[in-house]
């Protein structure tokens, strides 16, 4: 899998760039995404991929929900779909097998921070997959030239 960050890199780096899914503003470079690949896989949270034609059209990890002990039966979900894959049902793919792999795991609850409220796609996604709207935090980031909330969303495992 270290194999496909390259892949991955793009994937996140289109999103980086052009959407306010992430509140990154400058894109990392293929060996911070790497170092982050490798952070997690270390705390033996899982990173999945999805294929299409032979071709990386996503990826989707769970890391921790926070650094506090407490929290370690709580994950943090993250998707992102390449540009050309989107409306194909990768995400859905992704989100499910990722639930299904936390829960297996032992996790307890799943937590989605989603950047900018208007982001329906990942709302929507994450709705249909049994998360639940806990809040909106308004106006926590500021990007391409306006202010972004923080959705939250909850799914027990």
């Avoid at 989107?86 to 937590?111: D, F, H, K, P, W």
């Amino acid at each position: 899998m270290v194999s496909d960050v390259a892949a991955m890199t793009r994937i996140y780096s289109h999103h980086v760039l052009n959407g306010t899914g992430s509140f990154e503003e400058l894109a990392p470079a293929e060996h911070t995404m790497r170092e982050r690949f490798e952070l997690r896989e270390a705390d033996s949270y899982p990173t999945l991929l999805a294929e299409v034609n032979g071709q990386v059209a996503g990826f989707a990890y769970a890391g921790n929900y926070k650094a506090r002990s407490a929290y370690r039966f709580t994950v943090e979900d993250s998707i992102y779909v390449a540009p050309d894959a989107t409306g194909m049902g990768v995400g859905a793919a992704l989100l499910n097998e990722l639930i299904s792999v936390c829960s297996s795991s032992g996790y307890r609850q799943m937590m989605a921070v989603i950047g900018d409220s208007a982001n329906v796609a990942s709302i929507g996604l994450h709705e249909r997959c049994g998360f639940t709207l806990i809040g909106t935090a308004r106006e926590l980031g500021y990007k391409h030239g306006r202010w972004l909330d923080i959705v939250y969303m909850q799914r027990s495992l």
